[in-house]
C-alpha cells in the first residue's frame, strides 16, 4: 500500500521534508514534534503566528560545525552571524556552545555582550559603521573590525587614536568570485557593494601600517550565503592565501584570515552544504599559512533550527485554478518567499491534517501585497480552515526580518528543550505599537 503522506509530487513530500529534519517528527497521536515538544500544543496555548526555536537543533548543528573544523585539523574561531537570528536566548545557548560572535551594528555587538560574549570574541563586519559604534566597538575592544573601505580606514585611525586606543583591522576583500548563489544574497563579485577590490587590498594593507590606532593583522572574505558546492569557497580562498603571501613578501605580518559565512542549508531537495567539505576547503587553500583562521557561520547553524507556525484563515476557491489557502502569517513575519522567491517546507501539524488527500493550492497570507505569498502551485495535504502548519527552516533569517507592515504586530517566539518548552517573546499587543508614536503637540492620545 502507498505510504499515505508520501505521495507523488516534484516538491518533497511531508515525509522527505522530515527525512531531512531529524528533530522534528510525526507523531501519530501528537502530530508534528520538535524535540520532544507537539506543535500543536504551543499553538493552541501561544496561538500563531509564533515562531519556534529548538534548543538542540542549535546546540548539535553548532557542535557538528565546529566539529568538522576539528575533524581537519584546524583551529578555527567560530563567530556566530548574528543577523541570522539575534534573539537573546538564541545567542546564549550558542554563546555556551563556544561560538563568538560576527555583528553588523551597535545593536548587535550590545546583543553579544548582554549575554556575556566576550569581547575578544566578537568581529565587526559591515559597509557602513556610523562613528557611534565605531566608538563602542573601541570602547569593548573587540576582537577586530573587518574594514571595507579605504575611507572606513581612515575613519577608524581617526576615531581610535583620537581615544587613544589601538584595534585590530582586517581587510575585508572582495575577490570577485560567483559564489553560484542567489542575485540579491551574492556578496562577493565585482559591483557588489561589500569588501575592498583584490587589486586595491595589498596597497590598503601597507597604508593601514602607515596609519595610528590601527592595526592591520590579516584579511577577510565572505563571498555570499546558501553557498551550496564547494568551488566557490576554494576559489575565494585561494584567492586570499595569494594575497597573504604576496603581503609577507613585502616583510608585513599577517596573522589572521577570517573565512566568512555562508554554507547552505536544504531548503527543499538541494541537499545542505557540508561542513566537511567547507572545512576541507578552508585547510587546501589555507591550512598550510600559519594564521588564525576564522569562520562566521549563521543559516546553517540556525535556519533548521526554527519552524513558523501559522493558522488557514480560511480556504479561497478559485474557479478553474488552485485554490488559495490563506494563512494568518504574512510576509511582515517572513520575507524570504516575497523578497528571494524562498522555498519553504510547509508542513501541517496535526496527523490527520498530515495525512489528508493532496491538492495543489497557492499559499498565501492577508497582507495586500501579491507577492505575500508563500508558496505558488503547492501539493500539500488537504487542509480546512482552523488547520495549524509550519513553515520550515525559519530560524535565520526570520523573526529577525519582521516588521509590522499593515499594523501587524510582532508574532511569538518559543523556545523548545527535550520535553519543554517556554516563551522567549511575548506576541506584541496592537497598543505597543503605536506605544511609542506622539501626536506633534506632544499629547499621547487623539482629541
Ligand atoms: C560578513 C558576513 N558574515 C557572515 C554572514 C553569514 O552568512 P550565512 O548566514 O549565510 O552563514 C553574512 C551574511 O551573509 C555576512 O554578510
Ligand atoms: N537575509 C538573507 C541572507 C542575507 C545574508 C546576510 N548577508 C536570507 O534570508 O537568505
Known amino acids: 500500500m502507498a505510504d499515505p503522506i508520501d505521495f507523488s509530487t516534484p516538491d518533497p513530500s511531508v515525509r522527505e521534508l522530515l527525512a531531512t529534519h531529524p528533530d522534528l517528527s510525526l507523531d501519530a ?10 506543535l500543536e500544543t504551543i499553538a493552541h496555548h ?16 553548532a557542535a557538528r560545525l565546529l566539529g568538522a573544523m576539528e575533524a581537519a585539523g584546524l583551529s578555527v574561531s567560530a563567530h556566530f552571524a548574528v543577523k541570522a537570528n539575534d534573539h537573546l536566548a538564541v545567542l546564549r545557548i550558542l554563546s555556551e556552545c563556544e561560538l563568538g560572535a560576527d ?32 566608538r563602542l566597538a573601541l570602547e569593548e575592544r573587540i576582537a577586530q573590525i573587518n574594514v571595507e573601505s579605504v575611507e572606513e580606514l581612515e575613519i577608524i585611525s581617526a576615531l581610535a587614536s583620537g581615544m587613544d586606543r589601538e584595534i585590530n583591522i582586517v581587510l575585508r576583500v572582495n575577490p570577485d568570485v560567483d559564489a ?14 561589500f569588501g575592498i577590490p583584490y587589486d586595491e587590498a595589498l596597497p590598503l594593507y601597507r597604508r593601514a601600517r602607515e596609519l595610528p590606532g590601527v592595526k592591520a593583522v590579516g584579511y577577510a572574505v565572505h563571498i555570499g550565503s546558501q553557498i551550496l558546492t564547494v568551488a566557490p569557497y576554494r576559489a575565494a580562498y585561494a584567492r586570499i592565501a595569494e594575497l597573504v603571501r604576496a ?15 555562508g554554507l547552505g542549508i536544504c531548503y527543499r531537495d538541494e541537499g545542505e552544504g557540508s561542513p566537511d567539505a567547507w572545512a576541507g576547503a578552508i585547510r587546501a587553500e589555507l591550512g598550510d599559512l600559519d594564521v588564525r583562521l576564522a569562520i562566521e557561520p549563521g543559516r546553517w547553524i540556525a535556519a533548521p533550527a526554527g519552524v513558523l507556525l501559522a493558522s488557514v484563515v480560511l480556504r479561497k476557491a478559485v474557479t478553474g485554478g488552485a485554490s488559495f489557502l490563506v494563512l494568518n502569517a504574512a510576509m511582515n513575519d517572513l520575507l524570504r518567499p516575497s523578497l528571494y522567491d524562498a522555498w519553504h517546507g510547509i508542513v501541517p501539524l496535526s496527523a490527520r491534517d498530515a495525512m489528508g488527500k493532496p491538492e495543489v493550492v497557492s499559499v498565501v497570507g492577508p497582507v495586500c501585497e501579491s507577492g505575500d505569498t508563500f508558496a505558488q502551485a503547492r501539493l500539500l495535504p488537504h487542509l480546512q480552515r482552523g488547520a495549524h502548519v ?15 507592515y499593515n499594523a501587524r504586530p510582532l508574532a511569538a517566539e518559543v523556545l523548545v528543550d ?30
Open 29 to 38: 497521536h501528537d502530530g508534528l514534534l520538535f524535540e520532544q515538544v507537539p
Open 46 to 61: 501561544v496561538g500563531t503566528p509564533c515562531w519556534v526555536m529548538s534548543s538542540g537543533t542549535l546546540r548539535k548543528r
Open 103 to 134: 555583528v553588523v551594528s551597535g545593536g548587535e555587538l550590545l546583543r553579544a555582550r548582554k549575554v556575556g560574549i566576550p569581547a575578544s570574541k566578537i568581529v565587526f563586519s559591515g559597509v557602513g559603521k556610523t562613528d557611534v559604534e565605531l
Open 180 to 193: 553560484k548563489t542567489h542575485a540579491k544574497i551574492t556578496t562577493g563579485v565585482a559591483g557588489n557593494k
Open 247 to 261: 603581503t609577507r613578501a613585502e616583510g608585513l605580518a599577517v596573522s589572521v584570515v577570517d573565512c566568512g559565512g
Open 390 to 404: 509550519a513553515i520550515l527552516d525559519t530560524g535565520a533569517y526570520g523573526a529577525v526580518m519582521s516588521s509590522t
Open 418 to 447: 527535550g520535553h519543554t518548552w517556554s516563551v522567549i517573546r511575548p506576541r506584541q499587543t496592537v497598543e505597543e505599537l503605536w506605544g511609542n508614536e506622539r501626536f506633534p503637540d506632544g499629547s499621547e492620545e487623539a482629541a
